[in-house]
């Protein structure tokens, strides 16, 4: 593995002057809009999802030159996951796996940073759960446990744990 100051991205795809702003948040995140570079990626990340994993890379490298959490990354990534959570991805089991692992690895976290949106987002997830013809059972069920989780303060209850897990943790 490389230093991160010396790693390529591919950032070609851009113009630019996209290139430039990318190139200068990665080496000094404080000279640039957080919040534009954010918007940046994660549109480019939905439009091409191959560049989703470096859009990952670029964002790690610019949270370890910050040392400290991108404030200006919670608007756009709940914005992905307001898309995830719309009545044509929930039809899709990937997208639905995508959903909820995201939210158990950051929902508590984005929660915290604007709650009036992930009430929002579950609202959607409520709807698309009871309402929505066509779900498979795999995304029933990982509907419903993502808003159990979410129910119980962000943990996984002994009595959950073994309804939803209880195959795989023999």
């Known amino acids: 593995m490389g230093e991160t100051g010396k790693e390529e991205y591919k950032i070609q795809s851009f113009d630019s002057e996209t290139q430039k702003l990318l190139k200068t948040a990665l080496k000094d995140?404080?000279?640039?809009?957080?919040?534009?570079?954010?918007?940046?990626?994660?549109?480019?990340?939905?439009?091409?999802?191959?560049?989703?994993?470096e859009a990952g890379r670029i964002c790690y490298t610019i949270i370890q030159v910050n040392n400290m959490p991108m404030m200006a990354l919670v608007n756009p990534v709940y914005d992905c996951l307001f898309r995830l959570a719309q009545p044509d991805s929930l039809q899709k089991e990937e997208e639905v796996d995508c959903l909820v692992l995201q939210l158990h690895r950051i929902g508590e976290q984005l929660?915290?940073?604007?709650?009036?949106?992930?009430?929002?987002?579950?609202?959607?997830?409520?709807?698309?759960?009871?309402?929505?013809?066509g779900l498979s059972s795999l995304s029933q069920l990982l509907l419903l446990e993502i808003i159990e989780f979410r129910a119980a303060d962000w943990k996984m209850t002994d009595a959950a744990q073994k309804y939803y897990y209880s195959e795989v943790t023999d």
Request: aromatic content about 6%.
């Open 29 to 53: 995140p404080g000279n640039v809009d957080l919040e534009k570079v954010a918007n940046i990626i994660v549109d480019q990340s939905l439009k091409d999802c191959v560049f989703s994993k």
């Open 111 to 133: 929660e915290k940073m604007n709650s009036q949106r992930m009430d929002e987002l579950f609202s959607l997830l409520r709807d698309g759960f009871l309402l929505q013809e």
